[in-house]
């Protein structure tokens, strides 16, 4: 089972290039998310999504967008980068309520920006 | 706002001897606690979660966590720890549908031999 499955796993950006992180999965959950991990900040919610079609801003949205066509993908897109996004970037899925929260995380996308 | 706190960065232990991993919660609502474990350059894996019930909740690997209301706690704990134990954990929380997890800071488990 693939499970949440992100690419690329690395990458090394120049200040103000853009790239998207991809993120799919094959469990069929309705509720996915992006986080960013930072060394003793735990992990920040970017932007979340409740199914295709719906996307809501997290705790620390600005700088990032993301797209919710079907409900195996949700790419997140980094504009202009800065070295501020320089971080581990999670992608997740759950069932939302039915599960009461539990999540399926991804591998993780370290990301630095130069 | 709801927020978990995990007071300790860093928690050492015997392998062998018990341990016990701290995390406190503030949520509005009947809260939903989570704890995740993370090994080095990996994504996050589920380990236990309380809804509502029993305040002792078993997990995954001889894990269990005590969920204390009078105290707003939910500590991770185990009888006996072993090397293999040492990893990341984050202890999270949710209210509601559970749609958004928010994360404590992560305590950075070692266990010697």
């Known amino acids: 089972n693939a499970g949440v499955t992100q690419t690329p796993k690395f990458r090394i950006l120049k200040i103000g290039q853009s790239m998207t992180l991809q993120c799919t999965q094959d469990m069929n959950h309705n509720y996915m998310y992006w986080y960013r991990q930072d060394p003793g900040m735990g992990l920040k919610l970017i932007y979340y999504s409740v199914g295709a079609g719906i996307t809501d801003k997290g705790e620390v949205p600005n700088g990032y967008n993301v797209s919710r066509s079907t409900t195996e993908d949700f790419p997140l897109r980094l504009e202009l980068a800065a070295p501020s996004q320089t971080s581990v970037y999670f992608c997740?899925?759950?069932?939302?309520?039915?599960?009461?929260?539990?999540?399926?995380f991804g591998q993780g996308t370290r990301l630095t920006v130069v | 706002a709801q927020s978990v706190a995990q007071p300790e960065d860093q928690v050492n232990v015997a392998e062998g001897n018990p341990l016990t991993v701290k995390c406190t919660y503030s949520v509005s609502g009947n809260p939903y606690l989570f704890w995740y474990v993370q090994y080095p350059n990996r994504g996050l894996q589920f380990l236990l979660k309380?809804?509502?019930?029993?305040?002792l909740v078993k997990g995954s690997y001889g894990f269990e966590a005590e969920f204390n209301k009078s105290q707003t706690s939910f500590h991770l704990k185990k009888p006996s720890a072993l090397v293999s134990d040492s990893a990341l954990y984050f202890c999270?929380?949710?209210?509601?549908?559970?749609?958004?997890?928010?994360f404590g800071t992560g305590t950075q488990l070692k266990v010697e031999l």
């Open positions: 997740a899925s759950g069932q939302g309520t039915r599960d009461r929260g539990e999540a399926f």
């Open positions: 309380y809804i509502t019930g029993d305040n």
């Open positions: 999270a929380g949710a209210t509601g549908g559970g749609n958004k997890l928010t």
